[in-house]
């Protein structure tokens, strides 16, 4: 952690989203940041990436890979050629971290996936980290989400290795193979009661599971079911053309088929650039998550995506649950006002910048593939329809705006008498906070540790690029506004 007051303890997932930051200054210290933990002194023989000093065996979520692959193309991007040495040596580690995954986090072989808080705290109805009442589990709609996420990075990441070294499309057939199983599960075709899907709601939604095998979902809408979302990769033409048995095999399953169902997006079709989306949410979800999404009286605030959304602040209890009693949600934007996770824990509707950037890398994935006509209703970002450029365009402005003066002169994410607001010294510098107010957007939590929050920066530049189509903008003015 980028922390010299206190000590420079490191945390595993953490660590992977400052790396993404880290490509955008110093591409080789990025790259050294992400193999780090996978170094044979860190990784469990086992296979297992250790979360922090003082608690290795906690479990955070594997992002590792798809940090790695920001690194890689960024690199690509930056110097005209990936770094397939760096990226042979992540994969490799990987698969053992996968594989632990797989024996540890999935005790039924059902794959749909537990894990624990996986670094969200109090986000649940109760203490993820703490065990269930014996016999019964807990399917979580986050860890199976993440780990979906995870066999996509790593199918994508075998594929672009299989460019170079055939052997290595196998791999690339093991992981989309994983990906698809993993999709069977969650969409209820292994058993109908453990789909984390609720059409109803249009959401993804964690189970209960009783000794007596009975199914019980946890009505909370907050970021844990909008993590499988993150579960996207678009595939371009060309990497198709050296993997042709990965190819026959998209076309296996056409249309997101597999056993006859239809359980994900993974189309045979393509869009105008003969490009093909891989991902868990297909066009009949996307819809129902993103009208939440963007939702001012659920998950939108005025400073990004709150983390568990409004209409918990009236929709508080959820009923009893078996082994756990009353099951009760607080909406609280700011710091907690719960015991729960040692009290302080935050994950009830603040602001995390870490989740938001990966929802709106999610949405532009989404947009790469389905192009500008397909939008949706957003009242509060637009009078008219969007498409999923604008909207993250939209929401990105909103995190951005947390570190720019607003038409007071005033800066969202800092108080009121903080010498970052007024101080001739001061004003022009920017310090990261843990997380951010749901409501007002004001800085909470740590102030000193929090590197994660530096993916602003990551947004900005994204915004400065999109501005830069735009050559009538005054872009220095918008930039001296910051």
């Known amino acids: 952690m980028p922390d010299s007051w206190e000590y420079p303890w490191f945390a595993a997932w953490d660590l992977a989203y400052h790396s993404m930051v880290f490509a955008q200054i110093d591409i ?59 990226l042979h040596r992540v994969f490799n580690k990987l698969i053992i971290n996968y594989t632990w995954w797989l024996n540890r986090k999935d005790n039924d072989g059902l794959n749909i996936f537990e894990g624990g808080f996986m670094g969200l705290d109090n986000i649940s109805v109760y203490d993820r980290s703490q065990p269930l009442p014996p016999g019964y589990s807990l399917k979580q709609a986050d860890a199976t989400g993440w780990m979906a996420m995870f066999a996509l990075n790593m199918t994508a990441m075998a594929l672009e290795l299989a460019q170079e070294q055939v052997e290595y499309e196998d791999m690339a057939i093991q992981f989309y193979q994983q990906f698809l199983a993993i999709a069977n599960s969650i969409a209820g075709y292994v058993s109908e009661k453990l789909s984390l899907w609720d059409p109803l709601a249009g959401f993804f939604k964690d189970l209960l599971i009783s000794p007596d095998g009975s199914c019980h979902r946890i009505d909370v809408y907050s970021y844990v079911g909008l993590i499988p979302l993150f ?98 949600i607080e909406y609280d934007p700011g710091e907690s006002r719960t015991s729960l996770f040692g009290g302080n824990s935050n994950w009830r509707g603040p602001v995390w910048m870490p989740i938001n950037y990966s929802i709106l890398q999610a949405l532009t994935k989404f947009f790469r593939y389905l192009g500008p006509n397909f939008k949706i209703n ?12 604008e909207a993250v365009n939209a929401v990105g402005e909103r995190l951005i705006n947390m570190f720019r003066r607003n038409e007071n002169g005033r800066l969202p994410a800092f108080p009121e008498d903080s ?32 590197g994660w929050s530096g993916l602003v920066a990551n947004l900005i530049k994204r915004s400065y690029t999109l501005k830069a189509e735009e050559p009538e903008r005054d872009q220095e003015e918008d930039f001296r506004n910051l």
């Open 28 to 86: 080789d210290f990025a790259k050294d940041q992400i193999e780090m933990l996978l170094d044979w002194r860190y990784l469990h023989p086992n296979g297992q990436i250790p979360a922090y000093e003082w608690q290795f065996e906690d479990v955070n979520p594997p992002i590792q890979a798809v940090a790695a692959l920001k690194v890689f193309r960024a690199e690509r991007k930056q110097r005209g050629q990936g770094d397939l040495h760096f």
């Open 419 to 450: 010498p970052f607001q007024h101080d001739l010294y001061w004003r022009n510098l920017r310090l990261f906070s843990e997380y951010y107010h749901g409501d007002t957007g004001l800085g909470l939590g740590a102030s000193h540790q929090t």
């Open 378 to 389: 957003a009242p509060a970002l637009a009078d008219s329809e969007l498409n999923l450029r």
């Open 231 to 328: 579960a996207c990769e678009v595939v371009d033409p060309g990497i198709l053309e050296k993997t042709p048995r990965f190819k026959a095999l998209l076309e296996e399953h056409m249309g997101g088929m597999f056993d006859g169902h239809i359980i994900c997006a993974c189309p045979f079709t393509t869009n105008d650039h003969g490009e093909r989306l891989l991902s868990l949410v297909d066009h009949t979800m996307l819809p129902h998550i993103v009208r939440r999404l963007l939702n001012e009286k659920e998950f939108l605030s005025g400073h990004g995506i709150r983390s568990v959304s409004r209409i918990h602040a009236e929709h508080r209890e959820l009923g009893t649950l078996p082994g756990l009693g009353s099951a009760l």
